[in-house]
Nanobody
Framework: VQLQASGGGLVQAGGSLRLSCAAS????????MAWFRQAPGKEREFVAF????????FYADSVKGRFTISRDNAKNTVSLQMNSLKPEDTAVYHC??????????????????WGQGTLVTVSS
């Protein structure tokens, strides 16, 4: 599975952005997907997760209620709608795919495939 993230950019605090991740391969629907982010000088951190069917999602506490993850298996895409953005949301956002996972998996080392990342900058 190859992943290509897009949709990043510069936005003012309180604004919104929608990230997309396009996947290649016919087995996309077999993978759960997640978004991670990495701010300068910090470790990669979990943001959101969606099961292979889209029926189960969970979020980091820092984005709960502001971000929404979704997927379209017919189009091989996963999206992250980000609302009420804050300067601390500034980071490079990566999408990732995992085939076999534990409940509420958020360990980046367990994910099988990664996209290249898209930069989100939130100005105050």
């Amino acid at each position: 599975v190859q992943l290509q993230a897009s949709g990043g950019g510069l936005v003012q605090a309180g604004g919104s952005l929608r990230l997309s991740c396009a996947a290649s391969g016919r087995t996309f629907s077999s993978y759960a997907m997640a978004w991670f982010r990495q701010a300068p000088g910090k470790e990669r951190e979990f943001v959101a997760f969606i099961s292979w069917s889209g029926g189960s999602t969970f979020y980091a506490d820092s984005v709960k209620g502001r971000f929404t993850i979704s997927r379209d298996n017919a189009k091989n895409t996963v999206s992250l709608q980000m609302n009420s953005l804050k300067p601390e949301d500034t980071a490079v956002y990566h999408c990732a795919a995992i085939r076999y996972y534990s409940d509420h998996e958020r360990d980046p080392s367990k994910f099988d495939y990664w996209g290249q990342g898209t930069l989100v900058t939130v100005s105050s």
